[in-house]
């Protein structure tokens, strides 16, 4: 999971493989972001879910938002190589405007 | 899809020099921001700027840090003088609107203070 004092997630996984990627968060959002990092790049949304969704599908991953625990989740089905990265949820505190806060992020090794 | 640009890519300079990092955003966007990550942890938000204005700074933005955007130029981010603490990767981000909305991030640019 993410958040908090948490160090760095490391996951390793084998090709084709079904992941999911947990991050909790502290202060009120109406959105949770996910992210991915790939080395020596900045991050690139791949998914939002706002919290009048309980789920939310793209492709191969799927967000899902807990607003009463405040958490979220981010699941890739059949996961490839090329899913290696580090992934981050992101929210947008609601006594701010147009700031995200960051977990720590989970780093994604998926192996052949 | 949409980029952002940062110049220089990596940048070495020695404590209490000044140092301007620059970023291009996406050409229609309008608002703009600034993220610190130490190697190994999480990205941090500095400063948000929108309409010639920084619109929020965190604790991290000190009185040594200012940004700008003159004249619908680079967005620039200037530390000075600069400290050892300020040594981390650097992204900028622009996004079309306010509020929720995606952030298009640049590649960062590593700042090394000795």
């Known amino acids: 999971s993410q958040w908090g004092e948490e160090n760095l997630q490391a996951l390793s996984i084998q090709e084709g493989e079904d992941v999911t990627m947990n991050c909790s968060y502290k202060?009120?959002?109406?959105?949770v972001h996910w992210y991915r990092q790939d080395s020596g790049r900045g991050p690139a949304l791949i998914i939002l879910?706002?919290?009048?969704?309980r789920e939310k599908r793209s492709g191969r991953l799927r967000a899902t938002l807990d607003t009463s625990s405040q958490s979220s989740s981010l699941s890739i089905t059949a996961a490839q190589c090329e899913d290696t990265a580090v992934y981050f949820c992101?929210?947008?505190?609601?006594?701010?405007?147009?700031?995200?806060?960051f977990g720590q992020g989970t780093s994604l090794s998926v192996v052949p | 899809g949409p980029k952002v640009l940062q110049i220089p890519s990596h940048q070495i300079i020695d404590m209490g020099q000044m140092v301007t990092l620059n970023c291009d955003p996406v050409?229609?966007?309008?608002?703009f921001y600034w993220y610190k990550q130490i190697l190994g942890q999480q990205m941090e938000f500095l400063v948000n700027?929108?309409?010639?204005?920084?619109?929020?700074k965190s604790k991290l933005f000190k009185d040594q840090f200012s940004v700008e955007r003159p004249d619908g130029s680079y967005f620039t981010l200037k530390i000075q003088p600069t400290a050892l603490e300020d040594s981390a990767v650097y992204f900028c981000?622009?996004?079309?609107?306010?509020?929720?909305?995606?952030?298009?991030f640049g590649p960062g640019t590593r700042l090394t203070v000795l």
């Open positions: 992101a929210t947008e505190p609601s006594s701010s405007f147009s700031k995200l806060v």
């Open positions: 700027f929108y309409n010639g204005k920084v619109m929020e």
């Open positions: 879910i706002r919290s009048n969704e």
């Open positions: 050409s229609n966007h309008l608002y």
């Open positions: 981000a622009s996004s079309l609107t306010g509020g929720v909305a995606e952030q298009f």
């Open positions: 202060t009120y959002t109406t959105v």
